[in-house]
């Protein structure tokens, strides 16, 4: 596995948005803008002082089996809220990163709120005009505190 094709496997899960933050690929459960949760990240670059590729939402009962696999150990940050860290591409075979990340995407998705949850289930044209309106309400909010 690596990041091209774990990063085309998320983009298929329902509901999946990626943004560029953080210095890596930050994949939602919904967009940000109407409340979504991100639900993994991945690193762009690799260095020495970062070992971590990728991480990901384990979820309180999965979290203490995973950090005892060689190569995956508490996110920094995020372990407080059950992510963990993978140091590797090789940890997983192919089904097993699949397996993973998409029980991190439901259990994000179990998460979000009832109002997100209506919003997800609209057609997709209702969604992106709800989403596009929201974007600009927070962009001016945004606008409006730096002035």
Same mark, same amino acid.
């Given at each position: 596995?690596? $990041?091209?094709? @774990?990063?085309?496997? $998320? ?5 999946? =948005?990626?943004? =560029? ?5 930050? *994949?939602? =459960? ?10 993994? &990240? &991945? ?6 002082? /970062?070992?971590?590729?990728?991480? *990901?939402? %384990? ?6 089996? @995973? ?5 995956? *150990?508490? %996110? ?5 809220? *059950?992510? !963990? ?26 998460? $979000?709120?009832?109002? !997100?949850?209506?919003?997800?289930? $609209?057609?997709? %044209? ?7 309106? /929201?974007?600009? @309400? ?10």
């Amino acid at each position: 596995m690596d $990041l091209d094709r @774990l990063r085309a496997y $998320l983009l298929t899960l329902p509901h999946v =948005v990626e943004t =560029v933050q953080f210095g890596g690929l930050v *994949f939602w =459960v919904g967009d940000k803008a109407i409340g979504g949760k991100m639900f993994a &990240m &991945m690193r762009l670059e690799h260095n020495e002082s /970062r070992t971590r590729v990728i991480s *990901f939402a %384990a979820g309180p009962e999965r979290y203490a089996e @995973l950090v005892e696999i060689d190569g995956i *150990f508490p %996110a920094p940050y995020v372990a407080r809220i *059950f992510w !963990v860290a993978v140091e590797r591409w090789n940890v997983f075979r192919t089904a097993e990163w699949e397996q993973e990340l998409c029980a991190a995407h439901e259990l994000t998705f179990n998460k $979000l709120t009832p109002r !997100v949850r209506g919003i997800l289930a $609209l057609p997709p %044209a209702q969604q992106r005009k709800l989403i596009a309106e /929201r974007t600009k @309400l927070l962009a001016s909010r945004t606008a409006a505190k730096t002035r």
